[in-house]
């Protein structure tokens, strides 16, 4: 059994391929620094993560996938799921493998496998872009917490620059421990304390002096909208997750 051993990114994945083309042996598995090898390994590969080899991979990939087939792949990235970068690689290896677009191939497994990834992915992206519910603090500065099934994060940085676009704000994956902010038109990685964040809300000494009346009129807005007789538990929990409730003003009653 032969196995690569790898950052875990994903510029770490395209060095691995390169690798393995360079040295004509191809890895059975896939691992992260630090984790344990198999006893069954008799093969293993530490790759190095370089800017050489990753730009020589993603251009063969540009040549052989459309634009809709990289973000395919890009997203099923994201998705972080176990295995998913064994997935990606022998993705990869079938793309090179031939000159033909073989990214509607669904009757290959691994094709289909990557285009259901990136349909969960996109899918969560699309909600938590209606579901981010931003709560200015008294720096002035607008934040909210999320804390997403797949690392969506990096896909909601356009949508909420050009809603937002002049306003400075934080967007953090609880999750994941780590956000993002636009601060004057520039985004930065961010990391907080993240016990002044109670169930996707700042401690109320970190809001502004309106916030919490905003908030308020929102719940009663919410509230009197809704009509009692029509209310649906199941059909809100379908449309509106419940794992996303904890992060909604509104829920908050």
């Not at 400075?168 to 636009?182: E, K, Q, S, V």
Request: hydrophobic content about 45%; overall charge neutral; glycine content about 4%.
């Amino acid at each position: 059994m032969r196995v690569f051993v790898y950052d875990k990114t994903f510029d770490g994945l395209l060095s691995a391929i390169f690798d393995a083309y360079m040295r004509q042996i191809f890895p059975d598995d896939l691992l992260g620094e630090g984790d344990i090898a198999p006893l069954t390994a008799m093969d293993s590969h530490t790759v190095c993560t370089e800017f050489d080899k990753v730009a020589r991979v993603f251009a063969g990939l540009k040549k052989r996938l459309s634009p809709d087939g990289l973000r395919t792949l890009l997203y099923a990235w994201l998705s972080e799921q176990p295995g998913s970068d064994l997935l990606l690689f022998r993705y990869m290896r079938k793309v090179f493998a031939t000159r033909r677009l073989i990214e509607r191939d669904f009757s290959d497994p691994d094709v289909l496998a990557v285009s259901q990834l990136a349909k969960k992915v996109s899918c969560e992206s699309h909600q938590l872009m209606g579901f981010v519910r931003f709560q200015e603090t008294i720096e002035n500065m607008y934040f909210a917490a999320i804390a997403p099934r797949y690392n969506v994060l990096s896909l909601l940085l356009g949508h909420f620059s050009v809603r937002l676009r002049d306003q400075d704000w934080i967007l953090y994956d609880t999750a994941r421990h780590y956000g993002i902010a636009f601060d004057r038109g520039i985004f930065r990685e961010v990391s907080l304390d993240e016990g002044r964040i109670l169930q996707g809300k700042l401690e109320p000494a970190l809001l502004a002096e309106n916030e919490r009346l905003f908030q308020m009129l929102w719940k009663d807005y919410f509230s009197a909208t809704a009509i009692r007789e029509r209310v649906n538990p199941r059909l809100q929990a379908r449309c509106m997750p419940r794992r996303f409730w904890a992060y909604l003003v509104e829920k908050h009653v």
